[in-house]
Protein backbone atom coordinates (compact mmCIF):
# COMPACT_ATOMS: atom_id res chain seq x y z
CA UNK A 1 0.00 0.00 0.00
CA UNK A 2 1.13 3.36 -0.73
CA UNK A 3 2.62 5.46 1.89
CA UNK A 4 1.14 8.77 3.34
CA UNK A 5 2.86 12.52 4.65
CA UNK A 6 0.44 14.39 6.52
CA UNK A 7 1.53 17.38 8.97
CA UNK A 8 2.46 16.54 12.29
CA UNK A 9 -0.02 19.38 13.70
CA UNK A 10 -2.72 22.04 12.45
CA UNK A 11 -4.61 24.67 14.17
CA UNK A 12 -7.96 26.22 12.89
CA UNK A 13 -10.19 28.79 14.82
CA UNK A 14 -13.94 27.28 15.81
CA UNK A 15 -16.63 27.85 12.67
CA UNK A 16 -14.23 28.37 9.89
CA UNK A 17 -13.19 25.42 7.22
CA UNK A 18 -10.64 22.70 8.22
CA UNK A 19 -8.46 21.73 5.43
CA UNK A 20 -6.21 18.79 6.71
CA UNK A 21 -3.68 18.04 3.79
CA UNK A 22 -2.49 14.59 2.56
CA UNK A 23 0.27 13.71 0.40
CA UNK A 24 0.37 9.99 -1.52
CA UNK A 25 2.39 10.44 -4.28
CA UNK A 26 3.13 6.76 -4.90
CA UNK A 27 -0.60 5.88 -4.98
CA UNK A 28 -1.27 3.38 -7.66
CA UNK A 29 -4.64 3.20 -10.27
CA UNK A 30 -6.98 0.55 -7.50
CA UNK A 31 -5.73 2.14 -4.38
CA UNK A 32 -8.35 4.28 -2.58
CA UNK A 33 -7.62 7.19 0.32
CA UNK A 34 -9.69 6.85 3.54
CA UNK A 35 -9.93 9.33 6.33
CA UNK A 36 -10.39 8.11 10.00
CA UNK A 37 -10.11 10.22 12.75
CA UNK A 38 -9.51 9.53 16.63
CA UNK A 39 -10.71 12.17 19.72
CA UNK A 40 -9.17 11.58 22.85
CA UNK A 41 -8.86 8.53 24.90
CA UNK A 42 -11.80 7.01 21.99
CA UNK A 43 -11.41 4.69 19.07
CA UNK A 44 -10.64 5.67 15.54
CA UNK A 45 -13.92 6.75 13.68
CA UNK A 46 -14.23 6.71 9.57
CA UNK A 47 -15.13 9.71 8.46
CA UNK A 48 -14.87 9.21 4.28
CA UNK A 49 -12.97 7.60 1.38
CA UNK A 50 -12.66 8.09 -2.54
CA UNK A 51 -11.21 6.83 -5.78
CA UNK A 52 -10.35 9.71 -7.87
CA UNK A 53 -14.06 11.23 -7.38
CA UNK A 54 -14.76 14.52 -4.95
CA UNK A 55 -16.72 12.89 -1.70
CA UNK A 56 -19.01 14.35 0.65
CA UNK A 57 -20.98 13.56 3.05
CA UNK A 58 -22.84 14.37 6.45
CA UNK A 59 -19.06 14.70 7.93
CA UNK A 60 -16.59 15.90 5.37
CA UNK A 61 -15.80 16.33 2.12
CA UNK A 62 -12.93 14.78 0.28
CA UNK A 63 -11.07 16.81 -2.31
CA UNK A 64 -8.57 14.06 -4.57
CA UNK A 65 -6.27 15.81 -7.27
CA UNK A 66 -6.94 14.77 -11.02
CA UNK A 67 -3.42 13.12 -10.80
CA UNK A 68 -4.50 11.41 -7.41
CA UNK A 69 -1.27 12.48 -5.71
CA UNK A 70 -2.87 14.45 -2.63
CA UNK A 71 -5.69 15.21 -1.13
CA UNK A 72 -7.48 17.32 1.16
CA UNK A 73 -10.19 16.23 3.96
CA UNK A 74 -12.75 19.72 4.66
CA UNK A 75 -14.42 19.72 7.16
CA UNK A 76 -16.75 23.17 6.49
CA UNK A 77 -17.63 24.20 10.13
CA UNK A 78 -14.72 23.19 12.76
CA UNK A 79 -16.03 22.75 16.32
CA UNK A 80 -14.16 21.91 19.34
CA UNK A 81 -15.39 18.37 19.10
CA UNK A 82 -13.23 18.14 15.72
CA UNK A 83 -10.65 18.09 17.67
CA UNK A 84 -8.84 15.03 16.76
CA UNK A 85 -6.02 13.29 15.34
CA UNK A 86 -6.73 12.96 11.57
CA UNK A 87 -4.99 10.23 9.41
CA UNK A 88 -5.07 9.81 6.11
CA UNK A 89 -4.68 6.31 4.63
CA UNK A 90 -4.12 4.83 1.43
CA UNK A 91 -4.84 1.33 0.38
CA UNK A 92 -6.83 -0.86 -2.13
CA UNK A 93 -10.23 -1.38 -1.72
CA UNK A 94 -10.06 -5.38 -1.41
CA UNK A 95 -6.99 -5.91 -0.37
CA UNK A 96 -5.69 -8.52 2.12
CA UNK A 97 -4.27 -7.08 4.86
CA UNK A 98 -6.00 -4.95 7.35
CA UNK A 99 -6.03 -1.11 7.42
CA UNK A 100 -2.14 0.35 8.90
CA UNK A 101 -2.73 3.94 10.49
CA UNK A 102 0.30 6.40 10.83
CA UNK A 103 0.91 9.20 12.89
CA UNK A 104 -2.05 11.07 11.46
CA UNK A 105 -2.68 15.20 11.80
CA UNK A 106 -3.37 16.68 15.50
CA UNK A 107 -6.28 19.14 14.43
CA UNK A 108 -6.81 21.48 17.46
CA UNK A 109 -10.04 23.63 17.16
CA UNK A 110 -9.65 27.10 18.67
CA UNK A 111 -12.66 29.14 20.13
CA UNK B 1 -21.85 4.78 20.20
CA UNK B 2 -20.26 2.51 17.77
CA UNK B 3 -21.93 -0.89 18.39
CA UNK B 4 -19.08 -2.15 19.62
CA UNK B 5 -18.10 -2.53 23.16
CA UNK B 6 -15.18 -3.07 25.03
CA UNK B 7 -14.91 -3.80 28.64
CA UNK B 8 -13.40 -2.86 30.88
CA UNK B 9 -12.43 0.97 29.97
CA UNK B 10 -9.51 0.75 32.57
CA UNK B 11 -7.34 -1.42 34.21
CA UNK B 12 -4.94 -1.84 36.09
CA UNK B 13 -2.99 -4.84 36.91
CA UNK B 14 0.98 -6.12 38.64
CA UNK B 15 2.93 -8.20 36.36
CA UNK B 16 2.17 -11.33 37.82
CA UNK B 17 -1.86 -11.22 37.61
CA UNK B 18 -3.68 -12.71 34.56
CA UNK B 19 -6.78 -10.45 33.38
CA UNK B 20 -8.98 -10.72 30.06
CA UNK B 21 -10.09 -7.88 27.51
CA UNK B 22 -13.58 -8.08 26.32
CA UNK B 23 -14.63 -6.91 23.00
CA UNK B 24 -18.71 -7.28 21.52
CA UNK B 25 -19.91 -6.20 18.21
CA UNK B 26 -23.92 -5.51 18.07
CA UNK B 27 -23.39 -5.02 13.88
CA UNK B 28 -23.46 -8.40 12.52
CA UNK B 29 -19.75 -8.11 11.48
CA UNK B 30 -17.33 -10.92 10.83
CA UNK B 31 -14.13 -9.74 11.19
CA UNK B 32 -12.68 -8.70 14.45
CA UNK B 33 -9.45 -6.96 15.86
CA UNK B 34 -7.28 -6.16 18.43
CA UNK B 35 -5.02 -2.53 18.29
CA UNK B 36 -2.82 -1.63 20.47
CA UNK B 37 -1.67 1.85 20.70
CA UNK B 38 1.08 3.08 22.86
CA UNK B 39 1.97 6.37 24.05
CA UNK B 40 2.29 8.89 21.25
CA UNK B 41 2.85 5.90 18.79
CA UNK B 42 0.46 4.85 16.05
CA UNK B 43 -2.03 1.99 16.02
CA UNK B 44 -0.04 -1.33 15.80
CA UNK B 45 -2.24 -4.09 14.51
CA UNK B 46 -2.06 -7.25 16.87
CA UNK B 47 -4.79 -10.13 16.06
CA UNK B 48 -7.68 -10.23 12.88
CA UNK B 49 -9.91 -12.90 13.59
CA UNK B 50 -12.54 -13.84 10.41
CA UNK B 51 -15.48 -16.25 10.72
CA UNK B 52 -13.89 -17.10 14.45
CA UNK B 53 -10.81 -18.49 13.01
CA UNK B 54 -7.75 -16.01 13.82
CA UNK B 55 -5.94 -14.86 10.15
CA UNK B 56 -3.23 -12.80 11.10
CA UNK B 57 -0.91 -12.35 14.32
CA UNK B 58 1.59 -9.47 13.94
CA UNK B 59 3.88 -11.01 16.07
CA UNK B 60 2.48 -10.58 19.21
CA UNK B 61 4.43 -11.94 22.24
CA UNK B 62 2.50 -15.16 23.46
CA UNK B 63 1.35 -13.24 26.66
CA UNK B 64 -1.35 -11.56 24.73
CA UNK B 65 -3.28 -14.75 23.86
CA UNK B 66 -6.60 -14.16 22.29
CA UNK B 67 -10.17 -15.53 22.22
CA UNK B 68 -12.88 -15.35 19.63
CA UNK B 69 -15.44 -17.76 20.89
CA UNK B 70 -18.19 -16.10 17.72
CA UNK B 71 -18.34 -13.49 15.65
CA UNK B 72 -19.48 -11.31 18.28
CA UNK B 73 -17.38 -11.55 20.82
CA UNK B 74 -13.78 -11.03 21.15
CA UNK B 75 -11.39 -11.64 23.99
CA UNK B 76 -7.60 -10.91 24.56
CA UNK B 77 -6.50 -12.59 27.73
CA UNK B 78 -3.38 -11.00 29.71
CA UNK B 79 -1.12 -13.03 31.79
CA UNK B 80 2.90 -12.03 32.99
CA UNK B 81 2.32 -8.82 31.44
CA UNK B 82 5.48 -6.25 31.05
CA UNK B 83 5.33 -2.44 32.46
CA UNK B 84 5.88 -1.31 28.78
CA UNK B 85 2.80 -3.25 27.45
CA UNK B 86 0.71 -0.28 29.27
CA UNK B 87 -1.43 1.00 26.27
CA UNK B 88 -4.57 1.62 25.10
CA UNK B 89 -6.04 -1.84 23.61
CA UNK B 90 -8.29 -1.55 20.57
CA UNK B 91 -10.97 -3.67 19.53
CA UNK B 92 -12.55 -2.65 15.89
CA UNK B 93 -15.12 -4.84 13.82
CA UNK B 94 -15.66 -4.70 9.96
CA UNK B 95 -18.81 -6.51 7.85
CA UNK B 96 -16.16 -8.43 5.37
CA UNK B 97 -13.34 -11.00 6.46
CA UNK B 98 -9.89 -9.95 5.08
CA UNK B 99 -10.12 -6.04 5.40
CA UNK B 100 -12.16 -5.66 2.27
CA UNK B 101 -14.41 -3.56 3.47
CA UNK B 102 -12.48 -0.88 5.35
CA UNK B 103 -15.20 0.77 7.07
CA UNK B 104 -13.65 -0.17 10.52
CA UNK B 105 -15.75 0.32 13.67
CA UNK B 106 -13.61 0.96 17.06
CA UNK B 107 -14.89 0.20 20.52
CA UNK B 108 -13.42 3.28 22.80
CA UNK B 109 -10.52 0.84 24.12
CA UNK B 110 -9.27 -0.36 27.36
CA UNK B 111 -6.38 1.75 28.98
CA UNK B 112 -4.62 -0.77 30.41
CA UNK B 113 -1.26 -0.16 33.16
CA UNK B 114 1.15 -2.67 34.39
CA UNK B 115 2.70 -2.09 37.51
Known amino acids: DAKTTQPTSMDCAEGRAANLPCNHSTISGNEYVYWYRQIHSQGPQYIIHGLKNNETNEMASLIITEDRKSSTLILPHATLRDTAVYYC????????????FGKGTRLSVIA | ETGVTQTPRHLVMGMTNKKSLKCEQHLGHNAMYWYKQSAKKPLELMFVYNFKEQTENNSVPSRFSPECPNSSHLFLHLHTLQPEDSALYLCASSQSPQGRNEKLFFGSGTQLSVL
Open chain 1, 89 to 100: IVRVHSGNTPLV
